[in-house]
Nanobody, 122 residues
Framework: VQLQASGGGLVQAGGSLRLSCAASGRTFSTYAMSWFRQAPGKEREAVAA????????YYADFVKGRFTISRDNAENTLYLQMNSLKPEDTAVYYCAAGGRAGSSRKGSYDYWGQGTQVTVSS
């Protein structure tokens, strides 16, 4: 599976962005998917995860109520709707695929996209 993340950019605090992750290959619908993010000087951390069937399995506490993960298996695409963005959301966002259950652990994922930069100004 090859993953291509897009949709990042510069937005003011309180604004919204929608990230997309396009997957190649016919096995997309069999994998759990997730979004991770990594800010400069920090560890990569899980943001949200969704299982192979579309059931949401994880949201980090810092995004609950603001971000929504979803997937369209017919279009081989994963999404992350980000609302009420804060400066501390600034990071490179990565999509990942692996397993079936949808975990917050980096080691559960076998395939990673290249990342898309999200910058939130105050």
């Amino acid at each position: 599976v090859q993953l291509q993340a897009s949709g990042g950019g510069l937005v003011q605090a309180g604004g919204s962005l929608r990230l997309s992750c396009a997957a190649s290959g016919r096995t997309f619908s069999t994998y759990a998917m997730s979004w991770f993010r990594q800010a400069p000087g920090k560890e990569r951390e899980a943001v949200a995860a969704i299982d192979w069937s579309g059931g949401v399995t994880y949201y980090a506490d810092f995004v609950k109520g603001r971000f929504t993960i979803s997937r369209d298996n017919a279009e081989n695409t994963l999404y992350l709707q980000m609302n009420s963005l804060k400066p501390e959301d600034t990071a490179v966002y990565y999509c990942a695929a692996g397993g079936r259950a949808g975990s917050s652990r980096k080691g559960s994922y076998d395939y990673w996209g290249q990342g898309t930069q999200v910058t939130v100004s105050s």
